[in-house]
T-cell receptor, first 115, second 115 residues
Framework: KAGVTQTPRYLIKTRGQQVTLSCSPI?????VSWYQQTPGQGLQFLFE???????NKGNFPGRFSGRQFSNSRSEMNVSTLELGDSALYLC??????????????FGEGSWLTVV | AQSVSQHNHHVILSEAASLELGCNYS??????LFWYVQYPGQHLQLLLK??????LVKGIKGFEAEFIKSKFSFNLRKPSVQWSDTAEYFC?????????????FGSGTRLSIRP
């Protein structure tokens, strides 16, 4: 079955703008989580959605937000972009029961460059 | 707070050499431990994981890791590396009582294999 799909793969934005990234999880997966990957900070957990509800949130400012739709697809939004938001944004999905030991599956990511 | 330390930022080996990548975590409760790999241009994928039972875990592509609870360590090993093992390796942990998606990653170790 198809893996986690993220769009767009690459984008360039200007400081102050906002951006929306999209993620389609593996069919049947109801949990979607987002991570930010940068050379300096590594992989950092942004937030997780399960059945359209945010279940967990990392330590990111309120400019970072997300949502999940009834079909489990998710979007994340970053408003008032800063240069430091340049990163690879990874989406991951996991199976329905979302127990802690379940494997999560990552998409290829969306490369965001802020200029 | 949970944290994961990977001691080696960049490791360079020749083909057929043995590999050991260090990983230590900081967390007071029961944890699940993971190693993820990111091959150049590819998405992050699970190499192996430990939940309970035998502390020696075998993963894909000949990798294994040993959980030493007293040392809070989960080192990754491979007896003989190949050029195709060139990738970035991430150690990760989550709480046994958290959701699958809320994972704390180490900063990663870049492995370069000389042919």
């Amino acid at each position: 079955k198809a893996g986690v799909t993220q769009t767009p793969r690459y984008l360039i934005k200007t400081r102050g703008q906002q951006v929306t990234l999209s993620c389609s999880p593996i069919s049947g997966h109801r949990s979607v989580s987002w991570y930010q990957q940068t050379p300096g900070q590594g992989l950092q957990f942004l937030f997780e959605y399960f059945s359209e509800t945010q279940r967990n949130k990392g330590n990111f400012p309120g400019r970072f937000s997300g949502r999940q739709f009834s079909n489990s697809r998710s979007e994340m939004n970053v408003s008032t972009l800063e240069l430091g938001d340049s990163a690879l944004y990874l989406c991951a999905s996991s199976s329905t029961d979302n127990r802690s030991g379940n494997t999560i599956y990552f998409g290829e990511g969306s490369w965001l460059t802020v200029v | 707070a949970q944290s994961v330390s990977q001691h080696n930022h960049h490791v360079i080996l020749s083909e057929a050499a043995s590999l050991e990548l260090g990983c230590n975590y900081s967390y007071g409760g029961t944890v699940n431990l993971f190693w993820y790999v990111q091959y150049p241009g590819q998405h992050l994928q699970l190499l192996l994981k430990y939940f309970s039972g035998d502390p020696l875990v075998k993963g894909i592509k000949g990798f294994e890791a040993e959980f030493i609870k007293s040392k809070f360590s989960f080192n990754l090993r491979k007896p003989s590396v190949q050029w195709s093992d060139t990738a970035e390796y991430f150690c990760a942990v989550n709480s046994r009582w958290s959701s699958a998606s809320k994972i704390i990653f180490g900063s990663g170790t870049r492995l370069s294999i000389r042919p």
